[in-house]
């Protein structure tokens, strides 16, 4: 595979794509049940819902293909300063490319000029690869979950001074 991509903001075209990778990778590792966020509203109209102020969502785009993307906006039930890293997943091509260290980079950089202190983030057990890229960008693990998600299967919690 090609692994000249580019980040780039996600665009109501992008919608359907990013709706079926987020429902083919999340059940890959488990993340299908209740309580995950395969479940929330915003996946259907991903780039309405992060078109809302101090919220951004990104795609991966190989080619023209969309092969994941990642996204930041205000941690609901959070303090203001608290943004939350929301819905990064990626294809399995697209894994191993570089693309989620880039998305990270991307993501960190628009929650610091959206004027956010923080950046929290949800995850589970058996997301060993997501969870090295988190702390490879100075993510610490925290005891407890933060916010109100309603991501209540999750059992991962970090969060990053920005």
Do not use: W
């Not at 109209?45 to 992060?50: D, H, T, V």
């Not at 991966?60 to 303090?79: F, I, N, S, T």
């Not at 929301?86 to 989620?100: D, S, W």
């Not at 057990?125 to 998600?149: C, N, S, V, W």
């Amino acid at each position: 595979m090609n692994h000249d991509y580019r980040i780039r903001r996600i665009e109501a075209r992008d919608d359907a794509v990013m709706a079926a990778i987020i429902r083919r990778v999340m059940p890959e590792f488990g993340a299908d049940g209740p309580g995950f966020a395969i479940h929330d509203a915003e996946v259907d109209r991903m780039s309405e819902a992060y078109a809302r102020s101090r919220s951004a969502y990104f795609v991966v785009d190989v080619q023209g293909q969309v092969l994941g993307g990642g996204g930041v906006a205000h941690l609901e039930g959070g303090d203001e300063d608290i943004c939350e890293l929301r819905k990064m997943y990626f294809l399995p091509e697209a894994r191993g490319m570089g693309a989620g260290s880039a998305m990270m980079v991307r993501c960190l950089d628009e929650a610091r000029r959206l004027g956010y202190g923080h950046c929290y983030l949800e995850t589970l057990t058996g997301m060993d690869a997501a969870q090295k890229l988190y702390r490879r960008h100075g993510f610490e693990q925290i005891t407890q979950p933060m916010g109100g998600t309603g991501h209540f299967s999750c059992d991962r919690f970090f969060l990053l001074t920005l």
